[in-house]
């Protein structure tokens, strides 16, 4: 419980030094686990994004991500990310989305303001920057790769009529995770997967989720991590 803790997530996320401890011995014992019956070619991923840019996953949030993204390949529809941070869930996604065509959508600026009070307390106007030229940089040898630079949902411009098979959430904030699902939600293909990382442990996520799913008739999957998904039903 103590990642729920608000001034506990306020203290990591102003401290880089303290993060880096709390989250690089977690991470190494995480990858020490999975080394024991995981295939050395994931790992090998996984190695090479966190090596590549700096991410705010855990080892077994990017394991998650990485296998959901694989898994959902064979689907018609596109790939699409929301908060790319620096890039390394990106990556992670190229890496196994072969033909597919990926949209990363960020303000490339860092956080905008919140609006709810909890979380104008943990988070900062600005926190969490990744700049669009050292994603581009990153992912310079992946084909297939839309950049959309602003603030969602004026980035979907254009993209009104595309369906998409796998939407990865990281935003933190409700605003910006109740206008994603209002967005992709509509535009998912039958048995696509919409994946969103902070579920447990960032209240506004959880309640856009909540309240958006309500009325729907997917229920949200709660995985061990911090992460959740939604597998669409049959449309």
Same mark, same amino acid.
Request: net charge neutral.
């Given at each position: !419980?103590?990642?729920?803790?608000? +001034? ?5 996320? =102003? ?15 995480? !990858?020490?686990?999975?080394? %024991?019956? +995981? ?11 966190? $090596? ?47 033909? $597919? ?16 009070? %909890? ?6 106007? =600005? ?15 992946? %084909?297939?790769?839309?950049?959309? $630079? %602003? ?11 595309? $369906? ?23 535009? !998912? ?17 959880? +309640? ?28």
């Amino acid at each position: !419980m103590w990642m729920r803790n608000e +001034k506990m997530r306020r203290f990591l996320g =102003g401290n880089r030094v303290a993060r880096a401890l709390t989250f690089g011995l977690q991470n190494r014992l995480q !990858m020490a686990l999975l080394k %024991g019956h +995981k295939s050395p070619k994931t790992l090998r991923r996984l190695a090479a994004a966190s $090596k590549a840019a700096h991410s705010l996953l855990s080892t077994d949030e990017a394991f998650t991500l990485h296998e959901i993204a694989q898994g959902q390949t064979t689907l018609p529809g596109d790939f699409a990310e929301f908060g790319v941070y620096r890039g390394a869930s990106a990556a992670l996604i190229c890496g196994v989305k072969g033909s $597919k065509h990926l949209h990363l959508f960020d303000t490339f600026e860092g956080l905008p303001e919140g609006t709810e009070e %909890g979380e104008r307390n943990v988070f900062q106007e =600005g926190q969490f920057t990744g700049t669009l030229p050292d994603v581009q940089q990153i992912l310079r040898h992946f %084909g297939g790769v839309s950049f959309h $630079k %602003g603030f969602f949902p004026d980035t979907t411009a254009g993209l009104e009529e595309h $369906k998409f098979s796998f939407v990865h959430l990281d935003v933190d904030l409700h605003d910006a995770t109740r206008d994603a699902l209002a967005f992709f939600y509509p535009r !998912m293909v039958s048995g696509g997967v919409i994946l969103t990382h902070d579920y447990s442990i960032i209240p506004g996520v959880s +309640k856009a989720f909540q309240d958006f799913f309500a009325l729907k008739p997917e229920n949200i999957i709660e995985l061990t991590t911090t992460q959740a998904m939604v597998i669409i039903h049959p449309r």
